[in-house]
């Protein structure tokens, strides 16, 4: 089992490297730079980029990299050649209208790959086709509604690239084809001419969705097209490409409807299901208790080292902090400072003694206790490689929250020893009954709770890097532990982030239970946090993207020196919630 969890983390590590090579590919042809992926699904501004086309999602272990190359050329094409705001306006009402609309539109896109870029035009080509094979070898092929869908694409896509069809896909569609060809020859021929008019290329796609409509039983646009993915996804096979739930205005949706997020009762239910082994052995302890004196100094002047190395304008961060986190109120003003606003009464001396320079004044203000910042590291095993960086981004932050008069907290997650420790071995002697649940000892650290400054805790926090406290991690039992301890807080605002390079990873729990256990409690902690709303919940991913654990996530490639650029991400992270 631990075998198994590895190489699934090693393909999704393998998946992101080459999401990230796409990515660039797509920024440079599209000349938009914040387009990046999160969780396999393209953004663009920090929102979903809305592109859907279901052969657009090429996978890892079936497809090659020429096919994924396919579909970031198609994805820069779509960015360089479509409105999408016009797109959203045109889309049509029926629930299978818009899955139509939104192939087409690709396809137009497609279609305006210039001449000067023979790759890209293989790329699409290869793409198409490989999704095309995978979609005859599939059962979709029995379902008329989807040979219907799949027989549109192929003629709408011979018809704009002059391509001939594979000998397969034309056999497969020939009866469906003969069907429909007297309906929408007339908007083919139009959408032929009109490939660079988006809205009027748009009317004749119309043409074709109503007569697709007309076509299908009427009982097939009554419900939502989510109520048809059982029939439109088949033996791992999707005509259909699920919404993400942070997206605002899907185009394949219910027109005017976000999608449904799960209930917290349904969430409740399932988190009942997770069981523990044992918590006799589990501990809650402060950081200084886990290193001796003389340690404590060492990592304490290391820490020190790391922050005077940094690149970082703190006292501007904390202003960039102050316009999204209610911090500091304003009770007058500072005066002879070197920095701020400048002083009108000490022009003067500024004249008679030009070397003088303490003629600014700045902003004095007091906290006013509205807003608690928890920083929850994991300290599994392979956080190590990253934790003197992490460590002094999680410091920058604290001083800069500090200085809004934000409160933080600093706390960590691992175990007290490896394969289960004592909680395993009493497994053992009972006779090791099957689905035991979590099978170890867990450790949480308290580095700094959230009523120290940072000054103060200093020794704790240098304990963040005492190596051999890095053992195994059980994410979703401490993410409920952290927001158990923000929910006591009084403060209005409470925001908690995550601070991980994976995935749950526990030896003796994960050979002793099903498949996903301790992932799926994660993500069952993390949609009970996020639903309720009491919590703001974010995660920082350090070689690893943490989406299909967090709703607001962000993969960061930490540099040893860190400097502003990185608290920018983290700023527009914190910006999504619109709070």
């Not at 997020?261 to 239910?269: F, T």
């Not at 099978?439 to 103060?456: F, G, V």
């Amino acid at each position: 089992m631990a075998d198994t969890n590895t190489a699934t983390l090693k393909v999704e590590k393998l998946q992101q490297h080459l999401e990230k090579l796409c990515g660039a590919t797509i920024r440079a042809t599209s000349g938009q730079p914040s387009f990046r992926f999160r969780g396999q699904r393209p953004e663009l501004h920090g929102k979903s980029a809305m592109i859907r086309a279901p052969h657009l999602r090429p996978d890892f272990e079936e497809d090659n990299f020429k096919s994924f190359r396919g579909a970031a050329d198609a994805i820069a094409l779509r960015i360089l050649h479509s409105d999408s705001s016009l797109h959203q306006q045109l889309m049509p009402e029926s629930n299978i209208g818009q899955l139509i609309f939104e192939l087409l539109e690709q396809l137009r896109c497609e279609s305006l790959v210039s001449e000067l870029h023979p790759g890209a035009r293989k790329n699409l080509e290869h793409r198409f086709r490989q999704w095309c094979k995978q979609f005859c070898a599939s059962d979709t092929v029995d379902n008329q509604l989807g040979l219907m869908i799949f027989t549109i694409a192929q003629v709408v896509w011979c018809r704009l690239t002059s391509l001939p069809m594979n000998h397969e896909s034309e056999d497969l569609i020939e009866p469906m084809r003969m069907m429909i060809a007297r309906h929408i020859g007339g908007a083919l021929m139009g959408m032929r001419k009109n490939t660079t008019d988006q809205r009027v290329f748009a009317s004749h796609a119309h043409v074709i969705v109503d007569v697709l409509n007309s076509l299908l039983p009427e009982e097939d646009n009554e419900k939502p097209v989510k109520d048809k993915k059982a029939n439109l996804n088949t033996s791992n096979f999707s005509l259909y490409l699920e919404p993400s739930a942070e997206d605002d205005n899907s185009d394949i949706t219910q027109a005017g409807k976000s999608p449904q997020i799960r209930g917290i009762r349904e969430i409740l239910e399932q988190l009942n299901q997770y069981q523990i082994f044992t918590t006799k052995h589990d501990q809650v302890v402060m950081a200084e208790k886990l290193a001796l004196p003389a340690q404590l100094d060492k990592f304490c002047k290391v820490q020190d080292q790391l922050l005077k190395n940094n690149a970082v304008n703190i006292p501007k961060l904390a202003r960039d902090l102050a316009k999204i986190i209610p911090g500091k109120q304003f009770s007058g003003w500072n005066f002879s400072q070197d920095e701020g606003y400048i002083d009108g009464s000490m022009l003067t001396t500024l004249i008679t003694s030009p070397q003088y320079l303490n003629i600014f004044r700045t902003q004095q203000q007091l906290p006013n206790g509205n807003c608690v910042v928890s920083f929850l590291m994991d300290n599994s095993g392979s956080m190590k490689e990253h934790i003197q960086p992490i460590s002094n981004l999680i410091s920058i932050l604290c001083k800069a929250l500090e200085m809004v008069g934000a409160n933080t907290e600093i706390l960590g997650f691992t175990t007290k020893s490896w394969q289960g420790g004592k909680s395993h071995k009493q497994w053992m002697r009972s006779g090791k009954p099957e689905n035991p649940g979590r099978l170890c000892e867990t450790r949480h650290i308290i580095y700094k709770d959230a009523d120290t400054k940072l000054q103060r805790a200093r020794r704790g926090i240098g304990a963040m890097l005492k190596l051999d406290l890095f053992k195994e991690g059980i994410d979703g039992e401490a993410l409920l532990w952290a927001a158990k301890r923000l929910k006591q807080r009084s403060e209005q605002r409470k925001i908690l982030i995550v601070l991980s390079d994976g995935c749950p990873m526990e030896s003796a729990s994960n050979q002793a239970n099903t498949s996903s256990y301790l992932d799926n409690h994660l993500r069952q902690a993390a949609s009970m946090i996020e639903n309720t709303g009491e919590i703001e919940l974010y995660a920082l991913g350090f070689g690893l993207d943490l989406s299909p654990y967090y709703r607001h996530s962000l993969a960061l490639e930490i540099p040893e020196k860190i400097e502003n650029s990185i608290f920018k991400e983290i700023l527009q992270m914190l910006m999504r919630r619109g709070v």
